[in-house]
C-alpha cells in the first residue's frame, strides 16, 4: 500500500483551510485517511507561527516507514527542518515561447536593417 502524506483541504468557499494527513495514495483527497498529522491555514499571515503546524515527531515516523510527502507538504517539511527538498531547476520552463521569439527576432531583424540603412546613408 503506497501511503501519502498530503493535503486534503477543509473550509469554507474562499476560506480554504487543509489538514495535513497520512492516506493511501488512491484514495480521494478529502477521502479517508489514516493519521492526521497537521494542518496548514493559507489565511494567516506568512510569519504567524499558526500558519502551519505539523506533528513532526510522527511525521519521521511515517517518512522512515516508507510514506512519500506531496511537494507541497515536503515545502513545509523543509522549513521546519524535518526534511531536505532539493530545490529544482528548469531553465526550458524561462524560456519565451514560440511566438515571442519569432517576434523578438523581427524587431531584432528591423533594428539590423535600420542601423545598415543608416550607415548607407552616412556614406
Do not use: C
Request: aromatic share 4%.
Amino acid at each position: 500500500m503506497a501511503l501519502k502524506i498530503r493535503l486534503a483541504r477543509g473550509g469554507s468557499k474562499k476560506r480554504p483551510y487543509y489538514h495535513v494527513v497520512l492516506a493511501d495514495a488512491r484514495s480521494p483527497r478529502d477521502g479517508r485517511f489514516l493519521e492526521n498529522l497537521g494542518s496548514w491555514n493559507p489565511m494567516l499571515a506568512k510569519d504567524d507561527e499558526k500558519r502551519v503546524q505539523l506533528n513532526a515527531e510522527r511525521i519521521k515516523h511515517w517518512i522512515a516507514n516508507g510514506a512519500q510527502p506531496t511537494d507541497r507538504v515536503l515545502r513545509f517539511l523543509d522549513e521546519a527542518g524535518v526534511a531536505k527538498r532539493e530545490a529544482k531547476n528548469n531553465p526550458e520552463k524561462a524560456k519565451p515561447g514560440k511566438r515571442a521569439q519569432e517576434r523578438a527576432a523581427e524587431k531584432a531583424q528591423k533594428i539590423a536593417d535600420a542601423a545598415a540603412a543608416a550607415a548607407d546613408a552616412a556614406e
